[in-house]
């Protein structure tokens, strides 16, 4: 429905009826399918096939279609012309926080996993906010973010570091040509929203539009402040480009390394992992192996120690009612997780107790053997060693010996008779 019919209906028409002419039709010229490319930075749902036919082919860079991506990253490189001032440095540091919210507040705890409630105006306006981060449409992310959780480090899971590598789980998947269109069928709750598809759509309009914004506050700052020594060209570097490839990369980390790095308190079917300095980074996401076992709760930190400043966020937005029902942790997952405490607990004082024997033992026997070579190689026992005879050997008892009686000449052998 959302794609581009007439060509859909001719290509089902020929993938039923002539194999040969489909593989003509799947196969336009390269003028052609640049045309589509071009196109689809502003509709991204036009497509000369099927999305069904798209998922199902193999992995495969996309260039003409990443280009705005690689323009977002060499945009970073225009700091070289228009130089910092605290300002823009300050701008840029707080749009990454702010928009890391939208990211993890409503991209994935609201579009994704619906941990919370809003009025379909407040859902508009939630989905306007995710615009402005660059990371397409909320359907697409939620549809992505969906079947990565059916899919947990399976062969189906299109950014899993432990089946196509690092690079290809933090940057690479989204630049292939199947991951682009969004299955509708899977988020049929949010796809029956016009507002949210035509978003989704055109998801190059609010990143423009902030863009814009982000030039004309510059361009209005230099002449109303000057002293803050920014313009509306630093701006849009500082603002846009750098502040929006660092939340690319906060927000791909997720996908990444919370598949290799930290703790695992629950046993999930995946790999996901808890990392506090993750968890900082993308305020609260990093808490990936608790989210992983419970993905309903809108806190991704179950503790008050595991630091998850989009919930207090989220928790301070419920009190003014424009969201609510904020999902909670269920008590069987912390008794969950108090079992798998106390048996690491166990784990690691047997695996300590252990490791001391050994340690003492390395400690010992090098010591018992110093001990035995100095003993061997001191002076006063190679001087021992060295003497055939004993001390005792040649100890002369001659004063200890009675003398024997003169009266007696044959001495003592006489007192045996
Ligand atoms: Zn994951
Ligand atoms: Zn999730």
Redesign the pocket.
């Known amino acids: 429905m959302l794609y581009c019919e007439k060509a859909f209906r001719s290509s089902f028409h020929f993938i039923h009826n002539s194999r040969l002419t489909y593989h003509v039709r799947s196969q336009p010229s390269l003028f052609r399918r640049l045309t589509v490319s071009f196109l689809q930075w502003i509709d991204s749902d036009y497509t000369l096939e099927s999305p069904e036919a798209i998922r199902a082919q193999p992995d495969g860079v996309n260039l003409v279609r990443c280009i705005p991506f690689i323009v977002l990253h060499l945009g970073c490189l225009g700091v070289l012309w228009v130089g910092w001032s605290w300002f823009a440095v300050w701008a840029a540091v707080a749009l990454y926080f702010v928009r890391m919210f939208f990211v993890t507040g409503i991209f994935h705890r609201y579009f994704s996993h619906k941990t919370y409630s809003t009025s379909r105006l407040g859902q508009f306006i939630l989905a306007l906010c995710t615009g402005t981060t660059v990371q397409r449409g909320p359907l697409w992310w939620a549809y992505h973010h969906r079947h990565?959780?059916l899919h947990?480090d399976e062969p189906e899971d299109a950014h899993s570091p432990h089946v196509h590598g690092f690079l290809w789980s933090h940057i690479g998947w989204i630049t292939s040509k199947r991951n682009f269109p969004t299955d509708y069928t899977k988020v049929k709750d949010l796809a029956k929203f016009p507002e949210l598809v035509w978003l989704n759509r055109f998801d190059l309009v609010v990143p423009l539009l902030f863009a814009v914004s982000l030039f004309g506050l510059g361009t209005w700052l230099e002449t109303a402040t000057p002293s803050l020594g920014t313009s509306g060209a630093q701006l849009l570097v500082w603002g846009f480009f750098i502040s929006t490839t660092a939340l690319f990369h906060g927000t791909a980390s997720?996908?990444s390394f919370?598949?290799l790095w930290g703790r695992r308190r629950f046993q999930t079917t995946?790999d996901?992992r808890n990392s506090f300095i993750l968890a900082l980074v993308t305020l609260g996401e990093g808490w990936?192996n608790n989210?992983?076992r419970y993905q309903s709760a809108t806190r991704n930190g179950f503790y008050w120690w595991e630091v998850d400043p989009t919930y207090y966020t989220l928790k301070v937005l419920s009190w003014t009612r424009f969201i609510w029902g904020l999902k909670p942790v269920p008590q069987s997952i912390y008794e969950e997780a108090a079992r798998s405490a106390h048996n690491d607990t166990v784990q690691q004082a047997r695996q300590s107790s252990v490791q001391e024997e050994i340690n003492a033992f390395r400690k010992v026997v090098p010591t018992a053997a110093a001990i035995a070579l100095a003993t061997v190689n001191s002076p006063e026992v190679a001087t021992q060693l060295q003497k055939k005879d004993g001390p005792a050997m040649h100890k002369d008892v001659s004063g200890q010996v009675a003398a024997p009686n003169p009266g007696n000449a044959a001495g003592p052998a006489s007192t045996d008779i």
């Open positions: 990565h959780h947990s997720i996908n919370t598949h995946d996901s990936h989210h992983h």
